[in-house]
């Protein structure tokens, strides 16, 4: 476990500090607190972050907590729109505090999360008060003026996301010591529907609180929200099991043959690479990236001592090489969720020109996801010092894909990766067999069909 940087403990305790701060008017006197409306969300709060902890959502005791159980943030945003920011405050505190941490530290992550939340909430119960958001949801005289409250309610939600992004973007960026423009990119775009949608479910909650039906009917709101949850649940630990069933393979490959170490995770991450340039994304860049880590999984069906050969292979070693790919896709078919990807690892080693393997398929018979991860491949292979060649430049590599483009690898591929590094930049490693992790001297380009698979 990596310790907790000096800098990122002490900008949780800032956080802390600054949201004691803010809760703390709500319990001095004379203090305009509503305690029996603030007590109940504050419990109902706490209460939304049993399925972290119980078998609520379908969850094993003991097991991973589902992203998102927990987080019930239609609460926290109808005790912004009904409370004083202070008290709304207060109300995100206990349940933060009893929410499960799977993940040590878990008295600074547990720290945070109650500081960053109360102090987002303290903020979106500003923003509600100048918008005279009681007036609007009928705590007065009048009736609710929906058309009215709706815009409040979504500057609340509004608020409570941006300083929640905002916090958790300085958070992350002290505890990896990363910039945070790296940080930052694409945080807010996936927080922001979201918290919208529960802005508005907790401005249903404070339009039926102020009903005559009182704050009963304003539960009801959450019912459909905790299905929405379960099935959030249920979407996640799908995900987890189809990662836990990657890194499986994945290590059982990296296991048999240690001169591959790596090399998975990186073709993997080169194929998104690609896959974007594409305009590829959602389900099928997952696809993608399924397909560039598990590409060499067929190798569990070599034999080691041709797999770990030292020196050149002899034909017959080579043929019994080249029916990884069968292997792989063998190994994978049942796989449901892996969808195209298995096509990919069937069809990686084969060529634009049909010159390829194992089927000796050209150009457009090929996968498309299958051109991707070819080319990533080739890559890497370059790009990584193995126990039988030196890694090679980046633009040494570019320039050997370019030169194979339209025989060997399909043209648009390389120019998408070509483009990708130049907007990115690619991070070269090596692989376990070079101590000490230093990159050797380039060695002089040659042909990329002698070495693109390993150790062939």
């Known amino acids: 476990m990596k310790p907790l940087p000096r800098t ?55 097991g991973p907590a589902p992203v998102g159980a927990g987080s019930f943030f239609p609460v926290l945003l109808a005790a912004a729109l009904l409370l004083p920011p202070a008290a709304a405050a207060l109300t995100a505190l206990p349940g933060c505090l009893l929410a499960r941490v799977d ?30 958001a009681p007036a609007a949801l009928g705590a007065g005289p009048g009736d609710p003026d929906i058309p009215r409250a709706l815009p409040v ?75 929405s949850c379960w099935v959030f649940a249920q979407y996640h630990r799908e995900r987890a099991a189809h990662q836990a069933t990657i890194r499986a393979l994945v290590q059982a490959v990296d296991i048999k043959d240690s001169y591959t170490r790596g090399h998975s995770e990186r073709v993997g991450r080169a194929s998104v690479l690609i896959a974007r340039e594409l305009g590829m994304d959602g389900d099928r860049l997952d696809t993608v990236r399924f397909a560039g880590i598990l590409h060499d999984v067929g190798k569990l069906g070599v ?35 892996l969808g195209e990807a298995r096509e990919a690892v069937l069809h990686h080693h084969e060529r634009i020109d049909g010159s390829g393997y194992p089927y000796g398929l050209r150009g457009e018979e090929i996968p498309e996801c299958a051109r991707v991860v070819a080319v990533a491949d080739a890559f890497d292979a370059m790009t990584s010092t193995r126990s039988y060649s030196r890694a090679r430049p980046v633009a040494t590599a570019l320039a050997e ?20 590094l130049d907007r990115y930049g690619w991070q070269t490693a090596v692989t376990a067999d070079e101590p000490g992790g230093q990159v050797p001297a380039p060695r002089a380009p040659g042909p990329l069909a002698a070495r693109t698979e390993e150790p062939a």
């Open 8 to 62: 990122a403990r002490a900008y949780i305790v800032c956080a802390a500090l600054g949201a004691g701060a803010c809760a703390l008017p709500a319990l001095l006197p004379p203090s305009p607190t509503p305690w029996a409306a603030a007590s109940l969300l504050a419990g109902l709060y706490a209460l939304c972050e049993l399925p972290a902890r119980r078998r609520l959502l379908g969850r094993a005791a003991g």
């Open 103 to 132: 993940e040590a530290p878990a008295g600074w992550r547990r720290t945070w999360r109650a500081a960053a939340t109360a102090l987002a909430a303290w903020a979106a119960a500003h923003t509600a008060a100048a918008l005279r």
């Open 153 to 227: 309610a979504l500057a609340a939600a509004l608020v409570f996301c941006l300083a929640l992004t905002a916090l958790d973007t300085g958070v992350r960026a002290t505890a990896d010591g990363l910039p945070l423009r790296a940080v930052r990119r694409g945080h807010l775009g996936r927080a922001l529907a979201p918290h919208l949608v529960h802005g508005l479910a907790g401005l249903m909650m404070g339009v039926l609180w102020h009903s005559p039906y009182g704050p009963a009917a304003a539960l009801l709101v959450l019912l459909p929200m905790y299905v």
């Open 303 to 337: 034999p080691t001592r041709v797999l770990c050969k030292d020196g050149p292979l002899t034909p017959e070693e080579r043929r019994i090489i080249e029916l990884h790919p069968e292997y792989g896709h063998e190994m994978i078919r049942g796989i449901g969720f």
């Open 401 to 420: 894909l370019e030169r194979c483009a339209g025989s060997q690898f399909d043209p648009r591929m390389v120019g998408a990766l070509a483009r990708a």
